[in-house]
């Protein structure tokens, strides 16, 4: 009776603040949990109201038991609260895919983790924020221009606390701004996004290699943007390569030699040669092997084309009769 025990809980905590006073832990914790129960209630406003700013008290808590000279024991106590944190959270906003705060306690969570000594978990739990955040902005990006101002703000915000806590090459803050230029690139602002890619890639390359999933993908963002800019000599040679690169590793799975085929298309009909592009079209939907699912990646190449192109741009409507085509056979 999730309804029944608000009241419950309010009463509670009403007797806490009394003994402990509003900003102690433990109570700050008890506010979490009440508003958790009253959004099992149905009272998701209410919940959600509670909820987050009672997650920025209890972030400045764990980041004043942090500042505490970092010791054993501090760490320990913050570690604590921010999985506590993180578990209120993940459950509240299941149903909606996620919430960006969640993102930044985990992180925050992995920095003291790695306090403890225990580095091997502290990157897991990075890696979960990381994937997390960017699978959430992804989400909001495709949701229209609001959401698409959101996932850029969120991934910024993100992209600059991960490089304070673990400093700017380390390579998830490399993966979240790899993220944020492909949200630039989505936004239209091509010279940013542009400029980006470019800064993080060399480092990709030291760090990773040249062939390993990570540069690849930022070399394949850049090329996907220099079709957008009209720079079509160079992008050329560069999806070529990322297309032999992506087709001769099973490693990197059907996702990616489907969108540079089709991404390769989209440079042919640059280039005005219609009947390739559609070879190349036809070839990245073979490799999808679902003519629906292959269907929606043209929906959302046509809808992040449009975006720059306009909508009755002749490739745009090419994208279109693709994906109608697929949907009719």
């Not at 209410?46 to 400045?60: D, H, V, W, Y």
């Amino acid at each position: 009776d999730h309804a029944g025990a608000v009241p419950l809980y309010e009463k509670i905590y009403t007797l806490m603040v009394e003994k402990l006073g509003q900003n102690h832990p433990s109570v700050l914790m008890h506010r979490m949990q009440q508003a958790m129960v009253m959004g099992k209630a149905g009272m998701k406003e209410e919940s959600k109201a509670m909820l987050e700013p009672t997650t920025r008290q209890l972030i400045s808590v764990g980041t004043t038991l942090m500042m505490k000279g970092g010791t054993r024991e501090t760490c320990n106590q913050a570690a604590q609260i921010y999985s506590y944190v993180v578990d209120i959270m993940d459950s509240a906003f299941k149903e909606q895919g996620g919430h960006p705060m969640v993102c930044e306690v985990r992180v925050l969570l992995a920095r003291a983790i790695l306090q403890l000594g225990n580095e091997e978990k502290a990157n897991e739990v990075l890696e979960e924020g990381t994937q997390s955040l960017m699978d959430l902005s992804n989400t909001l990006a495709e949701a229209g221009a609001e959401g698409l101002e959101q996932a850029y703000n969120m991934s910024m915000s993100f992209s600059q606390l991960i490089m304070a806590l673990f400093g700017k090459d380390h390579p998830l803050s490399l993966a979240v701004l790899q993220n944020t230029a492909g949200i630039m690139h989505m936004k239209c602002e091509l010279e940013s996004a542009k400029k980006l890619y470019e800064s993080i890639l060399p480092i990709q390359e030291t760090l990773h290699g040249a062939e390993d999933l990570n540069p690849l993908m930022t070399k394949f963002g850049l090329a996907t943007l220099m079709i957008d800019m009209g720079e079509l000599e160079a992008a050329g040679p560069a999806m070529a390569a990322i297309i032999e690169a992506f087709s001769n590793s099973e490693a990197f799975g059907p996702l990616l030699p489907k969108y540079a085929r089709a991404y390769n298309g989209l440079l042919l009909q640059a280039h005005g040669k219609n009947a390739e592009a559609e070879a190349e079209y036809a070839a990245a939907a073979a490799l999808e092997g679902d003519n629906n699912e292959a269907a929606k990646m043209f929906d959302q190449m046509s809808t992040a084309q449009g975006r720059v192109w306009g909508e009755e741009d002749e490739r745009v409507v090419r994208l279109k009769a693709a994906a109608t085509r697929l949907r009719q056979t």
